[in-house]
């Protein structure tokens, strides 16, 4: 029997009597996957699809449960699922309820960083795939970076290219990856650089900066200013170029016995 349409949808807190029901579930619950997580799903689709728009509140446990044909306990399990997942937020009181979250890049990134943190610590994720994910990525970033950056963006890279070393970081190791990064966002593309940061969140924590000698470091400096000189005169081919030859250099260095951890580098 298909599950049916909430009957008396509630209002969000500022817009009183204008929230919409979650549309009715054509959803055939199987067995194969629990139905918590079926229902979730469904949930997590309408709300990336725009059925259901950020602030909007959810429908009650009791009217979720009626729509979908499952237990209240299901529906509460499945809407801890959407709320780990940074798709909804839950207050309490009078005015509280499940309200649809608002996108928060920062936090995906974040949790895109912790998660490929744990996997590469296990055989399905190598160091490998992160290097040759980065080197597809951050070439076509810095020509895209040549192509669009305008001059405050330009002046950024220029500054991150160039940034003093922190001494508390004698290598300069953050800063190179904080390079890094803004030429991924001088593209202006944010899913290159949701794609792009949690790789290099994890190339930072698990590289022993101690063990790299000072010279090699002036390299990567020297390549840094390489790149931002193309992107600063809008040369994207050689931009990209430069930024593959770099990476390509660098290889070696997180491949280094010793260098690379399983867990987060003490220095």
């Known amino acids: 029997m298909a599950p049916t349409r909430p009957s008396s949808p509630a209002t969000s807190p500022g817009d009183q009597g204008t929230s919409r029901a979650v549309p009715a579930a054509r959803l055939k619950v199987q067995r194969v996957r629990p139905a918590y997580r079926q229902v979730a799903d469904e949930l997590r689709a309408q709300i990336v699809g725009g059925s259901l728009g950020a602030g909007e509140r ?31 937020e839950t207050t309490r009181g009078v005015q ?43 070439p076509s970033a810095a020509r ?58 994890v190339l930072r924590t698990r590289l022993r900066r101690v063990g790299v000698e000072a010279g090699e470091w002036d390299r990567v400096d020297e390549w840094h200013r390489t790149i931002a000189d193309h992107i600063a005169h809008g040369e994207g081919a050689a931009a990209e170029e430069a930024m593959r030859d770099h990476l390509i250099a660098l290889r070696s260095l997180y491949e280094r016995d010793g260098l690379w951890t399983d867990g987060p580098a003490d220095a």
């Open 58 to 88: 959810l429908p009650s446990e009791a009217e979720l449960s009626g729509a979908f044909g499952v237990s209240r306990s299901t529906v509460r399990e499945a809407l801890r699922v959407l709320a780990s997942q940074h798709l909804i």
């Open 96 to 138: 509280g309820g499940s309200f649809v979250a608002a996108p928060d890049p920062a936090r995906v990134v974040e949790d895109v960083g912790g998660a490929l943190g744990v996997l590469v610590m296990t055989p399905q994720l190598r160091l490998h795939d992160l290097l040759e994910a980065r080197l597809m990525l951050e």
């Open 144 to 201: 895209l970076a040549a192509q669009r950056a305008d001059a405050d963006t330009v002046e950024a890279i220029r500054q991150a290219a160039g940034a003093p070393r922190d001494l508390r970081d004698p290598s300069g190791f953050v800063g190179h990856l904080d390079f890094h990064t803004t030429v991924l966002m001088a593209t202006g593309n944010l899913m290159i650089t949701m794609m792009g940061q949690p790789v290099n969140d």
